[in-house]
T-cell receptor
Framework: DTAVSQTPKYLVTQMGNDKSIKCEQN?????MYWYKQDSKKFLKIMFS???????INETVPNRFSPKSPDKAHLNLHINSLELGDSAVYFC??????????????????FGAGTRLSVL | AQKVTQAQTEISVVEKEDVTLDCVYE???????LFWYKQPPSGELVFLIR??????QNEISGRYSWNFQKSTSSFNFTITASQVVDSAVYFC???????????FGQGTTLQVKP
């Protein structure tokens, strides 16, 4: 069973279109993230949600809107796509709050990535 | 400011050689976590290790070992007897105890030739 799954794996679209990427985790984690990896492989965080609450919002254009319907899902919607949005987008999840009887792991597990190509 | 520097952009070795990937970090936090991730050619990001700032014990896992030195703000990763399957991009990352975000280094591309 895939722990963190993203769909679709590949997304090819025209400039100006609106698209969504979905992410689901079955690890029971309380926190989810979106990262962007550019063409030079540099990884940078975009957003983070903890129990459906937005806790990290880096300097990202407001064309990008995350949505977390529940703590197991974090979707990313992108409006008016631009050429510069072409990248690989990674979803991740981690357990941040203290677990009963144990310590929080704070380890982020990543999905396989979604390669977005804007033409 | 928090920063992670992986000065080696690309390393090429022949199979069975040992190789060390360098990672230097900057943070003002007293409590923080350091990570290594592997990104093979297939593209996924695979967690390798987490180390917290108050545990400077070195760690060995099979052919992999990690050397954490707070005095030099370094968290280096050594692969012993490298194999072709070790070919990947390796990322070092820093996480503050206050925020959940990972600050990644630029990555080191390791190529292991047969």
């Amino acid at each position: 069973d895939t722990a963190v799954s993203q769909t679709p794996k590949y997304l090819v679209t025209q400039m100006g279109n609106d698209k969504s990427i979905k992410c689901e985790q079955n690890l029971g984690h309380d926190t989810m993230y979106w990262y962007k990896q550019d063409s030079k492989k540099f990884l940078k965080i975009m957003f983070s949600y903890n129990n459906k609450e937005l806790i990290i919002n880096e300097t990202v254009p407001n064309r990008f809107s995350p949505k977390s319907p529940d703590k197991a899902h974090l979707n990313l919607h992108i409006n008016s796509l631009e050429l510069g949005d072409s990248a690989v987008y990674f979803c991740a999840s981690s357990q941040e709050s203290w677990l009963a009887g144990g310590r929080a792991q704070n380890i982020q597990y990543f999905g396989a990535g979604t390669r977005l190509s804007v033409l | 400011a928090q920063k992670v520097t992986q000065a080696q952009t690309e390393i090429s070795v022949v199979e069975k050689e040992d190789v060390t990937l360098d990672c230097v970090y900057e943070t003002r936090d007293t409590t923080y976590y350091l990570f290594w991730y592997k990104q093979p050619p297939s593209g996924e990001l695979v967690f390798l290790i987490r180390r917290n700032s108050f545990d400077e014990q070195n760690e060995i896992s099979g052919r992999y070992s990690w050397n954490f030195q707070k005095s030099t703000s370094s968290f280096n990763f050594t692969i012993t007897a490298s194999q072709v399957v070790d070919s990947a991009v390796y990322f070092c990352a820093l996480r503050s105890s206050n925020t959940g975000k990972l600050i990644f280094g630029q990555g080191t591309t390791l190529q292991v030739k047969p």
